[in-house]
């Protein structure tokens, strides 16, 4: 069973900065297409970024021109590089396959407040 653990989260001032990591075991960023997620109190999870084994990237309206996603097939690792933060961006942030394997690990609380 794909373990993957997210880290880098944290509590940031809006137009601050954060970059995630997903790590994840065995060589699913090679198979896979990736994707992170977020999940704000009260909402459904929803992609934001998704990152394919060929390296092409697609992001929601809502994170295009501020987030970046990246990986590292080397290192079995996922990043999601978030500039210019706004309120509307906190949520706890996941990363996982497209479609999602049905499992998920504990995800990273990103918080936006001054």
């Known amino acids: 069973q794909v373990q993957i653990v997210e880290s880098g989260g944290g509590l940031v001032q809006p137009g601050g900065s954060l970059r995630l990591s997903c790590a994840a075991s065995g060589s699913i960023f090679s198979i896979y297409t990736m994707g992170w997620y977020r999940q704000a109190p009260g909402t459904q999870r929803d992609v934001v970024a998704r990152?394919?084994?060929?390296?092409?990237?697609i992001y929601a309206d809502s994170v295009k021109g501020r987030f970046t996603i990246s990986r590292d097939p080397a290192n079995n690792t996922v990043y999601l590089q978030m500039n210019s933060l706004t309120f509307e961006d906190t949520a706890v942030y996941y990363c996982?396959?497209?479609?999602?394997?049905?499992?998920w690990g504990q995800g990273t609380q990103v918080t936006v407040s001054s």
């Open positions: 990152i394919t084994i060929f390296g092409r990237t």
């Open positions: 996982n396959t497209l479609p999602d394997t049905g499992s």
